[in-house]
């Protein structure tokens, strides 16, 4: 993995619901709305961000993980030189730009698999597909196909072919050749891990530099690290550890939980968050308010690559539905610039830029390992350290003060909390604290 990803903290974008072109299928009148993206920049670094992750920019026919080109920014947002501006943007103040790949399936009107429904068995592109033909077809007659679970717009590729393998080293080195710094890969997990392990070092050979993280949901992490040579995945094990702990008041949980991001850390550094456009926003997610504070200590003290999905950071509420569109509440349109955000974020900004603060003071949190030194429902004390460096995290999500055992403390760095000497934090009701050793 690259040296500068150490120093990563992503800010993680929608950009065709940000700019308000989805649901929109045609381009709207005007100037192209990725452009309003370069407004939100400064801000981004006013955070403590260092990279800009986008999700998906190419051309789709609706949300944008039903890709028509690989190779064509989405028509809603605009075109080339607008890619190539915000690029320029973001190199000018020095943030990196992570893309969202799409290589498990594409859209119905993607040409390739247009070309099989209009050519059928004879088209060059029909081993892109996994098709299963009539015994006697004829023009006209749809084959079955493989698709992205259950959802028919989504067919899926057959990663057996070379002709995809080659499709797809090309597209991701298109645009790291254009200035992007990496790749997340949209449902790595449903790729075989042996065609990413053909893809991505022809990738790396070209892009030494290149961060390569493929989202993985559930199962073994490592091994699939090691099977398909990703850099990393995303830790959702411990995203929903995060709020569930926190809703439950069983920090056992969270306990457990950290002892497996231990296992994880030793072999590669998960990418962390506890928010993303696929999920109901956190401060939806948790039951009580008082505790984003305790999910975002974790996040930022914890080893791994955090990620801040926009809107996170002002507590934008917004739920998922398991319904058709129901992932427009957590991917809405922002507002034109910063200025023109509601003041009831403000704190809540303020707390993001107090922790992300502290994570990039210590960037050896990045491999850190996590010892707990007292648990209790409510109560829970961690040590965090490389070996070398340490740091005190303590958290209390109950509704009385607790006094706390901690190993012996200096100063405190981030939150509130009495230093009772020699060993002792005490912290007031929903209180938190992060201190030095």
Known sequence: MAEWVRHALWWQVYPLGFVGAYPAREPQPGPHPLRRLEAWLDYAIELGASGLALGPVFASETHGYDIVDHLRIDPRLGDDADFDALIAAARRRGLRVLLDGVFNHVGRGHPAFRAVLEQGPAAPTASWFRLTWPQQWQPGVEPQYADFEGHGALVAL??????????????????????????????????????????LPQVRAAHPDAYLVGEVLHGDYVEFVHGSTVDAVTQYELWKAIWSSLNERNFFELSWALDRHNTFLEAFAPLTFVGNHDVTRVASRLTDERHLAHALAILLTVGGTPSIYAGDEQAFRGVKEDRNAGDDAVRPPFPATPAELAPFGRPTFALHQELIGLRRRHPWLHRARTRVVHLANEQLVYEVSDGSERLVVALNIGDATADLPVPQVRELLAGAAEIRPPAQLRLEPAGWAVASR
């Open 158 to 199: 057959d990663h057996r072919s070379s002709d995809v393998r080659s499709h797809v080293v090309a597209v991701m080195n298109h645009w790291l050749e254009r200035g992007a710094d990496g790749w997340r890969l949209d449902a790595a997990y449903a790729v075989p891990q042996e065609f990413w392990a053909g893809v």
